[in-house]
């Protein structure tokens, strides 16, 4: 009996060291994302020579095997950056802000010559036949790797069915250096500044939009 009692307790203590070793690699504290409360912090003014475009935005991908559906990792694993949607959608609705921000006019698709206003909830385009209008740049972002320090991403551009733009981009952050958390979700939404402003200052991407 008291051999068994003790090897119960064993059973346990392996069962918690393992539950504290899997929290501490998904990330030790939860900093919260809002794509509502993101505002962009850059200066639309700079990006004048965007003023007046239109945008239709694509549904964006999520292929870095480094984040969780719902956010990402610090670079040492301490934080989880979680956001209020999946981290493509999160990324989809910062992203029709920016744009907004710079005077860009986000439309939508169009399906037998009138737009087309059925969307599933993460943003692509509802089922049916659909198209960019005529002229109209169609944007793409695919995820490919990402911490609060390294985010790794692919902007695809394409107008009148064809692609013209296909491009890897890196952002580097420096280290957080602070452990509070409201200073940590102001630095998330500075991340999705950089790495629109980086694709958006590009001259391949200004080129072609």
Same mark, same amino acid.
């Given at each position: 009996?008291?051999?068994?009692?003790?090897?119960?307790?064993?059973?346990?203590?392996?069962?918690?060291?393992?539950?504290?070793?899997?929290?501490?690699?998904?990330?030790?504290?939860?900093? &919260?994302?809002? +794509?509502?409360?993101?505002?962009? &912090?850059?200066?639309?003014?700079?990006?004048? +020579?965007?003023?007046?475009?239109? #945008? #239709?935005?694509?549904?964006?991908?999520?292929?870095?095997?480094?984040?969780?559906?719902?956010?990402?990792? &610090?670079?040492?694993?301490?934080?989880?950056?979680?956001?209020?949607?999946?981290?493509?959608?999160?990324?989809?609705?910062?992203?029709?802000?920016?744009?907004?921000? #710079?005077?860009? &006019?986000?439309?939508?698709?169009?399906?037998?010559?009138?737009?087309?206003?059925?969307?599933?909830?993460?943003?692509?385009?509802?089922?049916?036949?659909?198209?960019?209008?005529?002229?109209?740049?169609?944007?793409?972002?695919?995820?490919?790797?990402?911490?609060?320090?390294?985010?790794?991403?692919?902007?695809? #551009?394409?107008?009148?069915?064809?692609?013209?733009?296909?491009?890897?981009?890196?952002?580097?952050?420096?280290?957080?250096?602070?452990?509070?958390?409201?200073?940590?979700?102001?630095?998330?939404?500075?991340?999705?500044?950089?790495?629109?402003?980086?694709?958006?200052?590009?001259?391949?991407?200004?080129?072609?939009?």
């Amino acid at each position: 009996m008291k051999t068994t009692s003790i090897m119960c307790k064993i059973c346990l203590l392996i069962l918690a060291i393992c539950f504290l070793a899997g929290c501490a690699t998904t990330g030790g504290t939860k900093v &919260s994302m809002s +794509y509502d409360k993101y505002s962009p &912090s850059f200066k639309a003014a700079d990006y004048s +020579y965007l003023r007046g475009k239109k #945008v #239709v935005l694509s549904s964006f991908q999520n292929q870095a095997a480094n984040t969780k559906s719902w956010g990402y990792l &610090s670079a040492d694993n301490k934080y989880m950056y979680e956001g209020n949607a999946t981290l493509e959608s999160y990324y989809w609705y910062c992203f029709q802000k920016a744009f907004r921000h #710079v005077g860009v &006019s986000v439309v939508d698709y169009q399906t037998d010559d009138r737009y087309y206003h059925g969307r599933y909830w993460w943003g692509a385009p509802g089922p049916g036949t659909y198209r960019a209008p005529k002229g109209v740049a169609e944007f793409q972002l695919i995820l490919t790797s990402m911490t609060d320090q390294e985010f790794k991403f692919k902007a695809l #551009v394409f107008k009148n069915g064809e692609t013209k733009l296909d491009k890897e981009f890196t952002v580097k952050m420096a280290p957080a250096g602070t452990d509070k958390v409201p200073e940590l979700e102001r630095r998330s939404y500075r991340l999705v500044d950089a790495a629109f402003t980086t694709i958006i200052k590009d001259k391949d991407f200004r080129r072609v939009f």
